[in-house]
């Protein structure tokens, strides 16, 4: 009956469709509104085809609008998908080469806070300390000029101690951390009141 073979293939239709639109809604929850509504117009369209109502056609048109909106969603998807690819790819090759750049940087200043927790004075574009240095300890092979010995006035000059004066006062002065325009970080020893 010709009936019969009608609403088999609009059944087969809408089960397409539900099928597509949960594949939509599974990517994307902004779509399941949509499966909702299909669902309903699929109960719609079987009653109708039970009762023979006249509203078939027009439901079998709502159809086709269901099927013209998820060719639409999955043709934004696809594009969607594309871009965010594209993205994602744009922003590894960026973060790859910010990691080239910083790394140097940062094993540069790690390596002075080492030498700094070592004992070490370092005036360097991290830290600007004066800090007792080690016993018997060797001239650092890290930089080009080690400043373990630098005299008092190049000390002072730094707004820190030198020699042994340095060594006489650092336990008695707070280290204070200041920020200046040339330097990113700057540690100085602050000499108390009174003291010439």
């Given at each position: 009956?010709?009936?019969r ?10 089960d397409?469709?539900q099928?597509e ?23 719609d ?13 027009e439901?079998?048109?709502t ?7 998820i ?13 965010q ?9 960026i ?21 700094y ?20 300890r ?20 730094a ?6 004066h340095?060594?006489?006062?650092s ?20 000499p ?5």
């Open positions: 009956d010709e009936e073979d009608r609403a088999a293939a609009i059944r087969k239709s809408l397409k469709l099928d639109y949960k594949a939509l809604c599974d990517k994307n929850n902004d779509h399941c509104s949509m499966l909702d509504d299909l669902k309903k117009t699929k109960s369209l079987e009653r109708a085809i039970v009762q023979r109502d006249d509203r078939v056609a439901l079998e048109f159809i086709r609008q269901h099927e013209r909106t060719s639409e969603l999955e043709q934004r998807w696809r594009v969607s998908e594309y871009a690819e594209t993205v994602g790819t744009s922003l590894g090759a973060l790859s080469a910010l990691q080239g750049e910083l790394l140097p940087i940062l094993n540069s200043r790690d390596k002075q806070l080492k030498l927790q070592e004992g070490h004075r370092i005036n360097g574009p991290f830290f600007d300390v004066c800090i007792p240095p080690a016993a018997n060797p001239p650092s092979p890290h930089f080009k000029q080690d400043l373990t010995a630098a005299p008092a006035a190049a000390a002072a000059a707004g820190g101690y030198g020699g042994e340095c060594h006489d006062h336990q008695k002065r707070p280290l204070q951390m200041t920020l200046e325009s040339q330097s990113p970080l700057t540690l100085n020893s602050q108390a009141k009174g003291d010439a």
